[in-house]
T-cell receptor
Framework: EADIYQTPRYLVIGTGKKITLECSQT?????MYWYQQDPGMELHLIHY???????EKGDLSSESTVSRIRTEHFPLTLESARPSHTSQYLC??????????????FGPGTRLLVL | EDKVVQSPLSLVVHEGDTVTLNCSYEVTNFRSLLWYKQEKKAPTFLFML????IEKKSGRLSSILDKKELFSILNITATQTGDSAVYLC????????????FGKGTKLSVKP
């Protein structure tokens, strides 16, 4: 089982502030992901990375940005937080398994509230 | 357009009942299908299915995939209150690297 960590777990912040959500995994997985999930709604992929120096936007448009300078670290940044950014942000990493496909493991999530 | 449809969206049963959760999908370059259980926080992995007709089993949970008809089912027998959660289906699809697309989930409530 992968160990994947997210900080902070909860964040309440004012409009216009810059924030960085941290995500780290210790399993050496190349692929990492950020998902956004509103209460009771489905997960949406907002960013992913295939490895160091690789980042791609997901299927849900997001004003956030990501970076991947180290394999284990995949931080997400909002330059200027707005109330519309209030949501839960889930980080995941994945490993390939025999037979094709991958298994994703999720971090505990960061619940963000922008006032 | 790639899509995943889970049914029912919500289900209330009593302890001891057996439930079947459905997932149908339409994705390009299908690779595998994953089931997750999500309680109040992040999803936890249950199964990954890659081949049709081969049942995966873990305790009271089992799942099977039909790649011809593009669906999967998740069965839970002898349900317990601890099974109450949202169950998510996610096909893994796409090019050489692949990604997951998640359904809205089935919210299962098990009453004592």
């Amino acid at each position: 089982e992968a160990d994947i960590y997210q900080t902070p777990r909860y964040l309440v912040i004012g409009t216009g502030k810059k924030i960085t959500l941290e995500c780290s995994q210790t399993m050496g997985h190349d692929k990492m992901y950020w998902y956004q999930q509103d209460p009771g709604m489905e997960l949406h992929l907002i960013h992913y990375s295939y490895g160091v120096n690789s980042t791609e936007k997901g299927d849900l448009s997001s004003e956030s940005t990501v970076s991947r300078i180290r394999t284990e670290h995949f931080p997400l940044t909002l330059e200027s937080a707005r109330p519309s950014h209030t949501s839960q942000y889930l980080c995941a990493s994945s490993e390939r398994v025999a037979g094709g496909g991958e298994t994703q493991y999720f971090g505990p999530g960061t619940r963000l509230l922008v006032l | 357009e790639d899509k995943v449809v889970q049914s029912p969206l919500s289900l209330v049963v009593h302890e001891g009942d057996t439930v079947t959760l459905n997932c149908s999908y339409e994705v390009t370059n299908f690779r595998s299908l994953l089931w997750y259980k999500q309680e109040k926080k992040a999803p936890t992995f249950l199964f990954m299915l890659t081949s049709s007709g081969i049942e995966k089993k873990s305790g009271r949970l089992s799942s099977i995939l039909d790649k011809k008809e593009l669906f999967s089912i998740l069965n839970i027998t002898a349900t317990q209150t601890g099974d109450s959660a949202v169950y998510l289906c996610a096909p893994n699809y796409g090019g050489s690297q692949g990604n997951l697309i998640f359904g809205k989930g089935t919210k299962l409530s098990v009453k004592p």
